[in-house]
């Protein structure tokens, strides 16, 4: 302990000392070293950072680590600015806060309904042609804002081999999937070989056509991106990885090595943001943040709104700050580096995005539309007169190839509204007080 300490310390003033400096290039820079030295005691976060807590604060604290404990990487830590740690972006993401404890009404235990859509242990099917499989559920920081926080704490883990086969399974037998989504915990927190096997047997599913992994190892842990996870990787030639920078102070050197060797493999990468209270909910740093990922290859992908799990109120903002921030982008930069803003709707019900409103109105021949500017314009609409799709695609000049996949899919939601060959005219809830009473004259009938 003496020896993180002292070497994160010396991280953290940039001090230059030589005889540390040996022993920093062995150890700072080996991913296995952070993780065993993953700090998890206020007191050696206090004397890393060479302050002290009030007591109060302090029974705080301890109190909030029993519901939902702490892990911070030395790495990650070293990023906090010591002098002004209580408004630093860092430490909030890090750093347990007492306001976890507080149960707001909205709060969910499980928002997004994981466990409920979950047809086998470890995957969540949600929409017809990708899951989301959770293969880890270890991670090598615990971030505050987690939305799965409610499993944070539980014994970490490697889930077994005869565990995953289970998920495999399921995705062998389902043959619309054609997207996996590793996530976890952190997919990357296990060793080379596991995640090598897991890729293998993934890719001989053949309606497997994209494997994408989401970790946030490029930012809590970059020395996880070794040479040798790059072999495993590029064996591979369809896999993309979702990271989650939510601050241009996260983007360091070692993280724009670790991004670079991966761009380097050929993995497309993309970057999940959380729209966080005092850390990100303001135009100028989101701004700062989406050009510094894409001037290191990382497309900004979502920023999500902080969805309702419980001991996150304190890093929801409102809905208008995320579009505020969408409109502060869009039109004042590059268009690829501005992220689909969405709330995962609570109960299962998938992303929504959310945007601010371009089009302001229609007429049978002209729309109006604003930009981004204030400058409002027509677009005069041009004589389309569509033939009705029948969905025999064999029948159609468009040439396309329907294949047993396109088939099996079927069509759903309003998608299936706006369909000219379906006889669906609504789409009705389930439990729809109206129909009971119809139900009920109609039994009253019989
Ligand atoms: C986010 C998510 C996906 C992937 O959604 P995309 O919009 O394709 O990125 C898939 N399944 C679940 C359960 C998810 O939460």
């Not at 799965?148 to 037998?173: A, C, F, M, Q």
Request: charged share 25%; hydrophobic share 35%; with cysteine.
């Amino acid at each position: 302990m003496k020896e993180i300490i002292q070497i994160t310390k010396n991280k953290l003033n940039n001090e230059d000392n030589e005889d540390l400096s040996k022993l920093l290039l062995k150890n700072w820079t080996n991913w296995k070293w952070q993780v065993k030295n993953t700090i998890r005691k206020i007191e050696d976060v206090e004397k890393i950072l060479d302050i002290k807590f009030p007591q109060e604060k302090r029974n705080e604290i301890e109190e909030t680590i029993e519901k939902f404990p702490m892990a911070i990487t030395p790495y990650y830590l070293s990023l906090v600015d010591a002098d002004n740690y209580e408004n630093d972006a860092v430490f909030k993401q890090c750093f347990p806060n007492i306001k976890e404890l507080s149960i707001s009404t909205c709060d969910m235990q499980d928002p997004l309904s994981e466990d409920e859509d979950s047809p086998v242990p470890g995957i969540t099917h949600r929409y017809p042609d990708r899951v989301l499989f959770h293969v880890s559920n270890i991670c090598a920081m615990y971030c505050r804002h987690c939305t799965r926080k409610r499993k944070v704490g539980d014994i970490d883990s490697v889930p077994s081999k005869k565990e995953i086969l289970i998920g495999i399974e399921y995705i062998k037998n389902t043959p619309t999937i054609r997207d996996v989504l590793l996530s976890g915990g952190d997919p990357f927190l296990l060793s080379n070989d596991y995640i090598d096997w897991m890729l293998s047997e993934l890719s001989k599913i053949p309606h497997v056509e994209v494997i994408r992994i989401g970790t946030r190892t490029p930012v809590v842990l970059p020395f996880r991106i070794t040479n040798d996870l790059i072999d495993v990787l590029k064996k591979y030639d369809n896999i993309w990885i979702n990271t989650h920078f939510n601050h241009p102070r996260e983007i360091t050197k070692s993280a724009k090595t670790a991004l670079r060797k991966l761009a380097l493999a050929g993995i497309p990468l993309g970057n999940q943001s959380v729209l966080l209270r005092d850390v990100n909910d303001c135009p100028h740093i989101m701004r700062n943040l989406v050009h510094k990922l894409v001037a290191n290859k990382v497309r900004p992908y979502y920023l999500y709104q902080c969805d309702l799990s419980e001991g996150l109120g304190h890093f929801r903002t409102n809905v208008g700050k995320g579009i505020e921030i969408i409109e502060s982008l869009r039109g004042h930069t590059s268009g690829f580096a501005i992220p689909t803003y969405v709330i995962d709707a609570p109960g299962g019900g998938g992303k929504i995005p959310i945007m601010p409103n371009y089009l302001i109105s229609w007429s049978a021949n002209k729309i109006v539309l604003r930009n981004y500017e204030g400058v409002i314009t027509t677009y005069k609409m041009p004589a389309y007169l569509p033939k009705d799709c029948d969905n025999n695609c064999s029948e159609c000049n468009l040439q396309h190839d329907a294949d047993v996949i396109d088939k099996e899919m079927k069509t759903i939601g309003i998608s299936k509204l706006l369909c000219d060959y379906e006889e669906d005219i609504t789409l009705v809830p389930d439990n729809l007080e109206r129909n009971y009473r119809i139900q009920g004259v109609a039994e009253n009938n019989e």
